[in-house]
């Protein structure tokens, strides 16, 4: 049941085409995602710290969460911090 769930989620964030996070609502998710242990440890690495407020990718995956499903469902918070710590893992490659 819960991959079939993992699934529609994942079929969800590919077709959600709504606007692009604004800047004021990434700010806030960052804010929020400090309550987190696992966001916590990952900013207080510095090449992550950097990517989390500069790059444009990394900062649209955590504009797009949703703060109060992440707070609801442990399910939800484990796929978005999968899916951020893989795009910072990307970014990283990138910029080396």
Known sequence: MEVFLEILGLAGDLFWWGDPPDEQRIEA????LMAFSWFVELVEKPQYNKLVHENTSVRYVIGKMRMKKMKRSPMYEERKERKLKKVL???L????
């Open 29 to 32: 998710n960052i804010a929020a």
């Open 89 to 91: 893992q990307k970014q």
């Open 93 to 96: 490659a990138a910029t080396d």
